[in-house]
Structures are given as C-alpha cells and as structure tokens.
C-alpha cells in the first residue's frame, strides 16, 4: 500500500497539519491570513490529488473552489476588513504560545491514538486521512477558544473546516462532498460578510461583568 | 402518485413562497401569503399521515435508487408537528409584524426579507426531516441555521447582533463536528455497503448497522452528540440559545423552541437508533442520559437568576429538551414514548408561550421582568393565557406535560431510581421557579404600561386548548401511533 501515491496524500495532509500549528503561534492577524490562505492551497492540493488516485474528476470542483475561494478570495477580503476595521497591526494577546503549541501536541497524539485503532478495518489511506484531518479539526478547536478576536476567531473555524473537508475528500466514493463544500463555502462567506457589516472587532465574552450584563438585557 | 407528490409538495410550498415572498414589498399580501404558504404545507403534511409514498421496503435490501426523500412512521410525526407549529405561529407573526411595522421598530425591507427567511427555515427543516441522506439531512439542516441566525439579527441593535453571532459562530462548530461525524458513519458503512449513496441512506444504514465497525461508530457518535446537542441546546454547548431567542422578533423565538430544536433532536435519534442497532459499539443511553440531566439541573437553577421574559422561557426550552434528550437516553417503550409525548407537549406549550410572551412584551414595551406585573387585572386575557401556558410548561395536572413527565419520572424509578431523584430535582426546582416568576407576572399589583391590545387569540389558544384537551384525554389511535415509533426508537 506504501505506493507513491499514499506518499503524497500522507504528505499533503501532513502539511495541512504542519500550517495548523503554524496559525498557532502566529499573534499578528495579517500572518495568520497568511498561513490560512497557504493552509487552504495545500488543502486544494490535496483534493486534487485524491480527484486523481480515485479517479473522481468532481472533486475538482472542491479542490478548486479550495484554492480560488479559500486561498484567493476569502483572505483578499479579510486583509480588507482588517484594514478597514484598524485592527491590521494589531498584536494580539493569547495565552502563552508554549502552552497553546503544547496542547497543540497533545492534541495531535489524541487524535492519532482514537482514530487509527478505531479504523484498523478500513484502508490505510482513509485512515491517516481521517487522523490527520481530525488534528486539523482539533487545532482549529483550540484556535477558536485560544483567541479573542472575532476574525482570528473565524480563521480558526476556517481552518477548522479545511480539515472537514479533508476528511470528506478521503472518504472514498462519498456522494454529496461537493455540494457539502460548497455548502460551506457559503457559510464562509456568510461569516466573513458578517464580521464586515456587523463590524465585530471582539468577540462578546468579555471578563468584564457590566459589559455582559449590558448585552444580554437583564441590567438590573 | 399523489403521495410522493404531497411528499414534494411539503417542500416545494415553502421554497417557492420564500422565493415569492422575497418580490413582494407589500407587507399585507406578504403576511397572507405566508399564512397560506403555511396552510398548504400544513395541509400536505397531514395528507401524508394517511398517504404515504411507499418509496422501498423495510425488507428490501436496496430502496428504489435516486430516493432521497422517505417518510416513514418516526419522521412524520415531525413533519406533522412542524407543519402545525409553522402554521399557527404564521398566524401570531402577522399580528406581531404589523405592530412592529407600526411602531417602526421594523421598516418593510426588513419586514420582506423576515417573510422570506421564514419560508426558507420550513423548507431546510422539513427537507431535514425528509431526507434519506445523512449529508442531505446535515446541509438542509445547515441551511434552516443561517436562515434562523439571519431573522435573530433582525433588529440589528446591539443585542440582537451580539445574540446572532454567537448562535452563527457556535452553530456553525456544531454543524461542522456534526458533519465529521456524519462522515465516520459514511466510513463505517462504507466499508460494509460499498462505497455511494446507499452508505448514507437512513433506509439501508439501520439495516447493515450490526454489520458496522464499532469503534468507528463510538467515535462518529461522540461527534455527533456533541455537534447536533449544540443545535438541540443541551449545557454545556447551549450558550447561543437564551440569545437567540431573546433578541430575535417572537414568531422566531416560537419557531425556535416549537420546530428547530426538535429537528436537531430528530438528527440525534436516527443516529442513536444506528449506535443501538450495534452491540458492540458505545452504548448511546449514558451520554444521553448524562447531557440531559445536566441540563434539566443546570436551566432548573438558571430560572431563578432571569431576568428578562423571553430569557425565563429560552432556559426552560433548555431543560424541557434535556428531559427528552434523557428520555431517549433511558430508552425502552414507555421511556420513548413519555418522550415522544414530551416533545409534541413542549412545542404546542412553548410556542403558545411565546406568543403570550410576544403580546406582553408589545403591550408593555419591555421584555424586562421587571416591568411586566399583575396581567390578570389589567389585561385578563393575556394574563390567563401566560397563567394557563405557564401552568402547563411546569407540569401541572390538567395538562399534557404532566403526563408524560409523570410516565418518564415513572420509567426512571423502575429502571434507574437515582437518576429519578435527579430528574425529580430538577423537575422541581424548575417547577418552583416559574411559578414564583409566574406569580409576579400575572398577580400582585399592575407595572408597566396598560393599554390595548391588537392580540390575534386563535392560535393562542388553539394551543391551549389542544394542551388541555390532551392532558384528559389522548385519542388512542394517536397513541398507538405513539407508541409503535417508541418501539421503533428502540
């Protein structure tokens, strides 16, 4: 089974992992647009060459849409909000980077430990597909809760679903993959457009009490 | 053949009224429209009850092909109860709309785009419920998120678009953990079915599920709690629902509670069924069980801190879906069926609630609790609606809750008497909570603002009286039916 074409999709997922825990520790928002646009470019990548090794010529259509959506599209208009918000050169502040890298790790041996005994019955390609991209999914988790901006928070769900799609790709002969990627490519869009009109700087849950009481009606 | 053709008809209503529905500016043929575009789908649904498209064969190793759509004995009843909720709460929406429009609290853009949006949710929620796909369900379910997320931001004060995208950020972590576990299911029957449609279909998975790797199952199901117990509310993942419903317009909050938590719910069975239909495989029962008392407790004490109306209601939403999510948990024939009941009880009650609530709030023009008392004097029609739907939502007896939370409290002693103590806790303090809340609100001396009222009563209390009604007497055919899906559940 360890033919060159496991090879390559064992490397391409590992890439997507690798850009995960690149975004991890990059606290400068115009960075991580970055990583998240490269992250989305190794992902098309790695759609086209599972459209290739299981000759399914319509996840082209996911691999491109990952690349011109997802890598061109959604950073250009999310460099230009951060720029329209004034947040571009913004730092921001997380918990330490050694300690969200290290439950990084610890998440990746999670992720690897659940899924390959549990898959021990199907394919190794689908199985290193799966554990890899549930790190993916793992990482974006613990991005999402790690960051209080609200459009590193999205970047986080983003990278998040790249995995998604990366599992949904190396499941062999899934009906629908397509139309779920694009289904949540408009949710992507839904979001990033909602960060622009809403103007969301931060996310809401602040530790300061007024503030959320405020929010949520019930001042007394 | 009529039937399949009704099956469509549940769908194309809906869809093609949203897309109407977004050309037409005039708030009153768009309000009509709706009524009648519920009506129908309403009217479709229950034919279905008596006619139903025999699509494949329970025994029949492969359904017909290209079947993306099934109803059978366990999804109807969803169908059924949605299209009910859909339809009486199109009736409150035009009463509540038109004294927002007169209020100019809404303009009439917002107004088109709410009509349209409506529609659009009943058409993801019934082709979720439909759907003979695990992908279809999960992108229709997807569908009926955003189009709720975008009616919760539709006062666009602060509030409201805080409440929006919190429900649209935590939605959309549920809906993708949801999907990465429907993709595990795909493995796991991929490996059995052969790779394609079939591996997806509820029709063939139930079938072949002993069949399924087990540990694949375990891990696709813990995603898939996690991700569709965020949409159904469960605590911990419930932090977006007392938002949403208290910021959106009232006809969105009774849509809620009444049909899209129930929908998740419906997700979470049928993948239950298949986790139990595997022996091997993590028994589905505990979690459950676990998630839904922690619920009921966590909403029980909640209750004493509200502050704000439609909050008080939204929590109780929680816990009334923690009691189901227990309910199917426990598992066993009267189990599901004290289930069953509870939810068809819950969505009738909450959404008569809500349009109590929904008049109070207009009449007073605060949902604060504070500026709500003694409704009973100065409005005796709201103020004993709220008295009678609150007394209904806490259990007590001439209702129908009281039943099927007297029948569950009575399973659970039989099967797990500890976690009965629990459940009866929670019951309680809850219980004790609304009443105390109930008891300012209704009684004691006036607050806020007394005038008049342009309140529609109809599908007040058609849901009243259908609870009263149900909690003396049930007609046995229904509860034959009721109790042969409480078999299916398992």
Known sequence: ????????????????????????????????????????????????????????????????????????????????????????????????????????????????????????????????????????VLLGLLMMVTRRNAASQVIGFMSLENGIVLAATGARGMPLVVEISVAFSVLIAFIVVGIFLFRIRERFDTVDVQALDRFRGERR | ??????????????????????????????????????????????????????????????????????????????????????????????????????????????????????????????????????????????????????????????????????????????????????????????????????????????????RFDPHLLTLAFVFLLIGYGTKIGLVPMHAWLPDAHAEGPTPVSAVLSGLLLNVALYALLRFKMILAANPAAIAPGPLMQILGLLSVLFAAFMLYRRRDIKRLFAYSSIEHMGIMVFAFGLAGPLANFAGLLQMVFHSLTKSAIFFTVGHIAQVKGSQRLADIGGLTVTHPLLGWSLVAGVAAIAGLPPFGIFMSEFLLLGATIDRAPILAGVLGLGLLVAFGALLMRLHSLAFGAPRGPAGPITASIVPLAAHLLLMLAAGIWLPPPLVAWLQHVARMLG
């Open chain 1, 1 to 136: 089974m360890h033919s060159l074409s496991f090879d390559f999709a064992h490397m391409l997922a590992g890439g997507l992992v690798l850009t995960s825990f690149m975004m991890l520790y990059q606290d400068r928002l115009s960075a991580l647009i970055n990583a998240l646009a490269l992250q989305a470019l190794l992902l098309g990548a790695a759609v086209a060459w599972q459209a290739a090794i299981q000759a399914a010529p319509h996840l082209i259509i996911t691999a491109l849409l990952a690349i011109g959506f997802k890598a061109i599209a959604i950073p250009m208009a999310l460099r230009r909000i951060i720029r329209s918000l004034g947040i571009h050169r913004e730092i921001e502040t997380m918990g330490g980077t050694g300690l969200t890298m290290l439950a990084g790790i610890f998440l990746v041996a999670l992720a690897l430990q659940v899924v390959l005994p549990a898959t021990a019955g199907s394919d190794a390609m689908a199985r290193e597909d799966i554990a890899l991209a549930l790190c993916v």
């Open chain 2, 1 to 210: 053949m009529p039937a399949s053709a009704m099956l469509q008809a549940v769908l194309v209503i809906p869809l093609a009224a949203a897309a109407i529905l977004a050309l037409i500016p005039s708030y009153r043929w768009s309000a009509g429209l709706t009524m009648l575009a519920s009506a129908l789908t309403l009217f479709a649904a229950s034919w279905l009850v008596f006619d139903r498209p025999i699509l494949d064969h329970p025994g029949l190793d492969h359904p017909a092909p290209g079947s993306l759509l099934f109803v059978d004995d366990l999804n109807i009843v969803f169908l059924v109860l949605g299209a009910f909720v859909g339809f009486t709460s199109s009736l409150f929406s035009a009463g509540y709309i038109a004294h927002e429009l007169r209020i100019g609290r809404l303009v009439a853009r917002d107004v088109r785009f709410y009509h349209a949006m409506l529609q659009l949710m009943t058409f993801g929620m019934n082709l979720a419920l439909a759907a003979n796909n695990i992908g279809l369900m999960w992108a229709a379910l997807e569908l009926a998120t955003l189009a709720t997320v975008l009616m919760v931001g539709l006062y666009r004060t602060r509030a409201a678009i805080e409440a929006a995208w919190k429900y649209l950020i935590l939605g959309s972590v549920g809906i993708a953990l949801a999907l990465f576990g429907t993709i595990l299911v795909y493995l796991a029957a991929g490996d059995v079915l052969g790779a394609g449609g079939d591996a997806m279909a509820w029709t063939t998975l139930l079938a072949a599920a002993p």
